[in-house]
Structure formats: structure tokens, C-alpha cells
């Protein structure tokens, strides 16, 4: 089996505004069929290491390569061709229409979509005559999303791309990013606040904080690794509350009123505790529900940080 090469390839980037470390031995190699998914707390570094990445700044220490070639001394053409992004924050000529914008930005790639289906791709067929200033802010954000699509790009970069979308037009954007006939052959970086939205998609997560990664692996191998507890929330009568506390540890078992939570590991082994205690003592659980840690309990467990800091 061929080991795929990196597109992107970044070691030891650090960038520095004056007294404030914005990013600190920052490394990341990222392969084609990868949507790598940076989080983190609000000033982490994530927009700073995406414009590191993309060459937008000049960074202190380090290197970035993109597609082989160092983005400090300028990429070529045929590799800006390759590239497509879609910042969090942009302006456009507020006069202009959907399509003369697309079409704007069609004329500067070679193997560019056609107009119409980039914009009926990103769902605003019924807005291409109207203008950029009349445009909704989750309309704006998937003309950008449009802009940086149109050059079939092998390599995307998008920041915050669903902050302004409402829950319909988030799975849209999604179902575009994992589409099989692309996916295989591009490579996304994307930083995000929405952990759903990194479940969903990421092949591989970034958790960063005060400028530096924390940890860097797919998600389901961050939560087994930080957060493996299962949660079992059910109630009970007061009268079988002792039996559950001479079963369980206080580190395992919490109790407010009737409403009875356990964190354990071995979600087969408890389950068949509680049926002994069922059977035994006529312990009836009401409304059981269980559920795994997710990505957001393993955030806050390595930052301390909700995410809406």
C-alpha cells in the first residue's frame, strides 16, 4: 500500500504579535482524503495557524510547505490553482450579484466549475441576480464557500464555515465536504467551534490551546483516550439508595434526589450489576438512558474551557 504524501506539511511554526505567543511550536502534516479539524477555546491560535498555513503572514520560526513548495517564498501558480479558502471574516464588492462573483472568481482557474453548479451547489439558485450587501449572513458565508470551490481545489481551507448557518443549511455544507467523488482526492483544513460538526466530519482533530496543540488524533481515539466513561442516568425510589451507594464508588456514582447518575467504563459489566440489584432488592430504574462522552467532554477536559469562552 502507497503511504500518500502530505499536501500540507508544517513544523514548528511559532508567530508572535509583539509580547502575545499567538502560536507555539505548531506541527501538522495533512494527506489527501483527510479533513483535519482545528478546536480550541477563543484566542487558541487557530485562525493564526490557518493564515500561517496558507501564507497569509509571516511567521517567527518554523515551515510550511504546500504541495512541496515553501509558502515563504511564495507558492507558484499552479499550486494557488490547487488551493481554495474561505475565511471567517471577508468582504466582497457589495454590488455585486451571486453570479458576477462566481463568475468573477471562475475566469481565474483553469479548471474551473461552471457557474451555474457551483452556485446551485451551495443552495443559492433563487439568490445568483440578487447582491452581495442584500445577502443574509449565512447566505454571504455560502457564496464564500462557492468562491473557494469553484476551482475544484485539492486542497481547501475554511474557518468557522457553518457559524452563521442555520441547522438545514450546516448538513448541507456538510453532505458538500463529504461528497466520495472528491473527498479521496482533497485534503481540508478547517478550524470550527461546532464539536458536532467535527464529529461529523474530521478524520483527524487539533485540539490547541494558548497557541499550542494539546493532542491530535481521530476523535473516537481522543474520547477512548480521555473521556472512555459512559454516562447512565436513571431514577429511583428513596428506599433503594443505599443499595446503590454499598454497589458503587462515589467516584463512580452521584445522586441528587431521585435522579441517579453513574460514570464507569465497563458499560457491560455495570449494566449487569444493576440487573443483580433489580433481581435482589426489586430495584426499579426509571427513564435509563445511556450515553458515551463525546468530543466536547474531552475538550474541556484538556483545556478547562467551555466552548464559548
Known amino acids: 500500500m502507497r503511504v ?3 499536501i500540507v506539511d508544517a513544523d ?4 508572535s504579535f509583539k509580547d502575545i505567543l499567538a502560536v507555539d511550536n505548531f506541527s501538522l502534516k495533512v494527506c489527501k482524503g483527510e479533513i483535519v479539524g482545528l478546536v480550541g477555546p477563543n484566542g487558541a491560535g487557530k485562525t ?3 493564515e500561517c498555513l496558507q501564507g497569509l503572514i509571516k511567521f517567527d520560526l518554523g515551515s510550511v510547505s504546500l504541495f512541496g ?14 488551493i481554495g479558502i474561505a475565511p471567517q471574516f471577508f468582504a466582497l464588492p457589495p454590488l455585486l450579484t451571486v ?3 462566481v463568475t468573477l472568481y471562475h475566469a481565474l482557474y483553469y479548471r474551473a466549475m461552471a457557474v451555474d453548479e ?3 451547489r451551495v443552495g443559492l439558485e433563487q439568490q445568483s441576480r440578487t447582491r452581495f450587501s442584500r445577502l443574509s449572513g449565512g447566505q454571504q458565508r455560502r457564496l464564500a464557500l462557492a468562491v473557494a470551490l469553484v476551482g475544484r481545489p485539492e486542497l481547501l481551507f475554511l474557518d468557522e464555515p457553518t457559524g452563521d448557518l442555520d441547522p438545514q443549511s450546516r448538513r448541507y455544507i456538510w453532505s458538500l465536504l463529504l461528497e466520495k467523488q472528491v473527498r479521496e482526492e482533497r485534503a481540508v483544513v478547517m478550524s470550527t467551534h461546532q464539536m458536532d460538526e467535527v464529529e461529523a466530519l474530521c478524520t483527524r482533530v487539533v485540539i490547541m490551546d494558548n497557541g499550542k496543540i494539546l493532542d491530535n488524533d481521530t476523535p473516537q481515539n481522543l474520547i477512548s483516550r480521555y473521556c472512555p466513561e459512559h454516562l447512565i442516568r436513571f431514577t429511583v425510589d428513596d428506599v433503594h439508595k443505599d443499595k446503590l451507594r454499598a454497589a458503587f464508588s462515589p467516584e463512580q456514582l452521584s445522586i441528587q434526589g431521585s435522579d441517579i447518575r ?4 465497563d458499560i457491560s459489566q455495570t449494566m449487569h450489576q444493576l440487573q ?12 435509563l438512558q445511556v450515553s458515551q462522552s463525546s468530543l466536547e467532554d474531552v475538550f474541556i477536559k484538556l483545556t478547562g474551557k467551555t466552548l464559548r469562552e
Open 276 to 287: 443483580q440489584l433489580e433481581k435482589m432488592h426489586h430495584l426499579k430504574m426509571n427513564s
Open 262 to 265: 453513574l460514570e464507569v467504563t
Open 12 to 15: 514548528k511554526v511559532r508567530k
Open 118 to 120: 457551483v452556485i446551485s
Open 69 to 82: 513548495e515553501d509558502v515563504c517564498r511564495g507558492l507558484s501558480f499552479s499550486a494557488r490553482q490547487r
Open 99 to 101: 453570479r458576477e462573483m
Open 4 to 6: 500518500s504524501e502530505s
Open 48 to 50: 493564526t495557524s490557518l
